[in-house]
């Protein structure tokens, strides 16, 4: 988690102003169907991307409590944040644990959002969504229900307390990178250059994608 790291915002979160419909008819049930596969949804007709949207990436990891259904089912609570569209999911990964060796292997993926909330209120917002599937934080790096990490906001750099993005060490993560690869190749991390670069010499060992 952004260790610094989740209509209407909830517990207080504060939201860019925006002309989009909050709650698209048919967006949850969709993201269900289809949680866990690369997709990419055009806007529905009747919307416009405002200028003031963000493209923000998210990394989501497990390994406690059937992992890939706390993945999937942090696919469709994406889906569901205010004024925030669910664009782009990606494969489910198998992948090593970073931290203890005495742990469960981990699932992981990325999702792209293009939200109009603040960087801080999508932060909260995705620990909101962590806190409801049970994540306690308790060992640096240990096993968890639910991870999620805000890896992009945008083109911006942000460093204060709390929060940092680009994420830290999502240059080495190959947990990050290869889901990143599967869908965003050219996709272009601030400061660090395009995730296809970045994950050319990435370790791939214990990386397994099962979809």
Not at 62 to 87: M, Y
Not at 161 to 174: D, F, Q, S, T, Y
């Amino acid at each position: 988690m952004n260790s610094q790291s989740s209509g209407q915002p909830r517990s207080g979160a504060t939201a860019r102003p925006s002309r989009r419909p909050r709650n698209v008819p048919g967006v949850v049930a969709a993201a269900a169907r289809v949680a866990g596969r690369a997709i990419q949804r055009p806007l529905p007709e009747f919307m416009t991307r405002d200028e003031r949207s963000v493209s923000a990436w998210v990394g989501i990891g497990s390994n406690l409590d059937d992992p890939e259904r706390q993945v999937r089912r942090a696919f469709v609570a994406l889906a569901e944040l205010p004024d925030t569209e669910l664009r782009v999911q990606s494969p489910l990964y198998r992948t090593a644990p970073m931290g203890p060796p005495d742990q469960p292997d981990y699932i992981n993926a990325v999702a792209e959002l293009d939200t109009g909330l603040e960087a801080d209120a999508l932060l909260a917002q995705l620990q909101a969504i962590e806190k409801r599937a049970g994540r306690l934080r308790e060992t640096r790096w240990g096993p968890r229900v639910l991870d999620l990490d805000l890896l992009t906001y945008g083109r911006e750099c942000i460093s204060r307390p709390g929060l940092k993005v680009p994420h830290p060490g999502i240059a080495e993560r190959n947990f990050v990178l290869l889901p990143l690869l599967s869908v965003a190749p050219d996709l272009e991390i601030p400061g660090l250059g395009p995730v296809r670069q970045l994950a050319a010499g990435i370790d791939r060992e214990g990386v397994v994608r099962l979809e």
